[in-house]
């Protein structure tokens, strides 16, 4: 009986030290609304003990039926690998198991990219496969006819899926064609200045706003796709009253969304801080503020020929108040001085052209809308 006994154990040992040969990644929509292509983020770590994967083996994720699917390992710039991401689309309140296992995957195409541009004044240009935006660098601060500071980010609009910025800049550095100009795949045409932007974010005190001084003095790409590029800007101290904040700005930007997440740091401060997150107000009524669901959308106004861009800002708790503030639409945010211990205070922000994808403000004010409940009700995702 002994000896059964202890053979049996060891089977059961041998048994727990075997590999999986799959791991099963449950993905749930119990929300009411569906999630086309929202991106499903997972521990790296997780998946590569239970597959007890060795140096140099690499993954493949497959769908129900068996296909690969395009993902992406997450580092955010550090050694270790911290997630691997991949796009689901689930209708509201469905599921799907993928399968994770070693394998050689496919090539997947770049949906998204970041790219530091000297030869445009110090430009940081991001873009995906539906808009691209940039914020101004260093060389453009000292630039002899342009010299502007401005921490706001621009926006570019497209109506294609490939990524083109790069061509675009190239080919206005050249003179052969501007990309103040559409020439059939999209164009500049937002005006920054110094102000918000397309939905970035400032200190605000007493009802004054807090502009940086400089433009960012350092940049790192931490993550450059196939489905997700992640940045981060260093920008020069400077005063908010008599705080002193040291600002850094990290930017997110996914496959398939138009909205940017940003997560800011404004240094060792121990004082609490509000920060506005918002854009430029023109003097047009077509905006909507929801401060209890945590979103503002607006609506430039139409320029002849060019078409509207619309822009979005959502937090995922609700907004301490909405308002406009030195002709800025803004959401303001509490800033603890817990947020000081690596977290930072995240929110979303981003654009749309009514040539590009949002024909009506109506769509554009659903996609917000939508976007704000999508980010208070996350995808449950489960490892077995």
Known sequence: MKRILTMTLAAMALVSCVKEEAVNVTVENKSSLGRNGEMVEVDFNLITNKLKMQDGQKLIVLDKNGQQVPYQIVSYGEAQAKLLIFQTTLSANQSEVYKVKTGTPDQFEDRVKTTFMPQRKDDISWENDRVAYRMYGPALEIDPTEAMVSGGSDIWVKKTPNLVTQQWYKDDLAGVKSYHEDHGEG??????????????????????????????????????????????????????????????????????????????FYGDTKTP????????WRGNDTYSMNAAEGYISYAEP??????????????????IETKILSNQLIGVMDYQPSYMAGKGLTYYSGGGWNQGGFPTLADWNTYVADFA????????????
């Open 273 to 280: 801080l509000q920060i506005a997150a918002g854009f430029p």
């Open 187 to 264: 164009l500049d045409f937002y005006s920054v200045g110094v102000s918000l932007g397309a939905g970035t974010a400032a200190p605000i005190l007493n009802d004054s706003m807090y502009y940086i001084t400089h433009n960012f003095k350092s940049y790192e790409i931490l993550d450059n796709g196939p489905l997700r590029t992640v940045f981060k800007l260093t920008y020069e101290p400077y005063n908010v009253g008599d705080i002193t904040v040291n600002e850094t700005r990290m930017v997110s930007l996914d496959a398939g969304s138009n909205m940017n997440k940003i997560t800011e």
């Open 373 to 384: 409940m999508k980010v208070k009700n996350p995808l449950i995702v489960s490892v077995r």
């Open 302 to 319: 139409n320029v002849e020929g060019k078409g509207v861009i619309y822009l979005g800002v959502v937090s995922d708790v609700p907004f």
